[in-house]
């Protein structure tokens, strides 16, 4: 069953609008930074955010624990990386009215204390610590059950997940125009300790033998599911899918990083 919630999905297509027309502008000047699959990543991440909020994922997330943690997945490992390979930032000022982004957003930008802010929010330690901190805390039995009976409880800890996930993916990814000013072998230990945690929070939902969320006892054998074996496929779930993607970008850094200096300097020239 889908189900899609007018504000939230408004939100969504007016931003979507918004970094395709910034899009096109910008790419009229750097047409080889926002190539055409910039575009794409863009659309796929707002694309997730959608299936996560409208899908079954959504309507069936207090029945299901499994649903549940597919749907914390896609908000925290599919989304935001997607869309921050996008390189959004510039695409959606060049996008918004220039009255706008002169008068309120240009003003904004230029105070020293809101730009040190944020980067001390993409800051390795930082981002890491604010994304563990919110994804062990909704998990804790109280906080996850407050989701389940309040709508806006739940819909904050989507918000909370979301966000801190932008901010932990950031130095990552390195949306345009941003640079990551350290050794990037420091992205290694940052993704091997990310998948640690999760490591322990799903193998807490495989072998502690008992319900962890008492909620979702009261739906028993959904699809052939016990709420024990629904929650040990929530774990396994957890542990596995997000145990590849954080593979997958220590992978690529780590090849990166071993590739010899001089082909890097030639594949750069070979792509100008």
């Given at each position: 069953?889908?189900?899609?919630?007018p504000?939230v999905?408004?939100?969504?297509?007016?931003?979507?609008?918004i970094?395709?027309?910034?899009?096109?502008?910008?790419?009229r000047?750097?047409?080889?930074?926002?190539?055409?699959?910039r575009?794409?990543?863009f659309?796929?991440?707002?694309?997730?955010?959608?299936v996560?909020l409208?899908?079954?994922?959504?309507?069936?997330d207090?029945?299901?624990?499994?649903?549940?943690m597919?749907q914390?997945?896609v908000?925290?490992s599919?989304?935001?990386?997607?869309?921050?390979?996008?390189?959004?930032?510039?695409p959606?000022?060049?996008?918004?009215?220039?009255?706008?982004?002169?008068?309120?957003?240009?003003?904004?930008?230029?105070?020293?204390?809101?730009?040190?802010?944020?980067?001390?929010?993409v800051q390795?330690?930082?981002?890491?610590?604010?994304?563990?901190?919110?994804?062990?805390?909704?998990?804790?039995?109280a906080?996850?059950?407050?989701?389940?009976?309040?709508?806006?409880i739940h819909?904050?800890?989507h918000?909370c997940?979301f966000?801190?996930?932008?901010l932990f993916?950031?130095?990552?990814?390195?949306?345009?125009?941003?640079?990551?000013?350290?050794?990037?072998?420091?992205l290694?230990?940052?993704?091997?300790?990310?998948?640690?945690v999760n490591?322990?929070?799903?193998?807490?939902?495989?072998?502690?033998?008992?319900?962890?969320?008492?909620s979702?006892?009261?739906?028993?054998?959904?699809?052939?599911l016990?709420?024990?074996?629904?929650?040990?496929?929530?774990?396994?779930?957890?542990?596995?899918?997000?145990?590849i993607?954080f593979?997958?970008?220590?992978?690529?850094?780590?090849?990166?990083?071993?590739?010899p200096?001089?082909?890097?300097?030639w594949?750069?020239h070979?792509?100008?």
């Amino acid at each position: 069953m889908w189900d899609f919630p007018p504000l939230v999905c408004s939100a969504l297509a007016l931003t979507s609008l918004i970094y395709t027309v910034g899009f096109l502008r910008i790419r009229r000047s750097r047409p080889r930074i926002f190539l055409p699959w910039r575009w794409w990543c863009f659309m796929g991440g707002i694309a997730a955010l959608v299936v996560a909020l409208s899908s079954p994922l959504d309507t069936l997330d207090d029945r299901l624990l499994v649903i549940h943690m597919a749907q914390h997945f896609v908000l925290m490992s599919i989304a935001p990386p997607l869309i921050l390979l996008g390189a959004p930032v510039v695409p959606m000022l060049r996008g918004l009215p220039r009255s706008f982004v002169r008068n309120v957003l240009g003003p904004l930008i230029r105070v020293k204390i809101l730009r040190g802010f944020f980067h001390a929010l993409v800051q390795l330690r930082v981002a890491w610590l604010l994304m563990v901190l919110s994804y062990i805390s909704w998990h804790i039995p109280a906080a996850y059950e407050a989701t389940l009976a309040n709508e806006n409880i739940h819909n904050c800890e989507h918000a909370c997940f979301f966000f801190s996930n932008i901010l932990f993916w950031w130095p990552i990814i390195e949306p345009w125009p941003s640079r990551f000013k350290h050794s990037r072998w420091l992205l290694l230990p940052y993704l091997f300790t990310a998948g640690v945690v999760n490591t322990g929070i799903s193998a807490f939902l495989i072998f502690s033998g008992r319900l962890i969320y008492p909620s979702y006892g009261e739906h028993p054998g959904m699809f052939g599911l016990t709420p024990l074996g629904d929650q040990a496929a929530a774990g396994a779930f957890m542990w596995v899918a997000n145990s590849i993607v954080f593979l997958i970008p220590a992978y690529a850094i780590t090849l990166q990083l071993l590739t010899p200096r001089k082909t890097k300097v030639w594949k750069a020239h070979a792509v100008r």
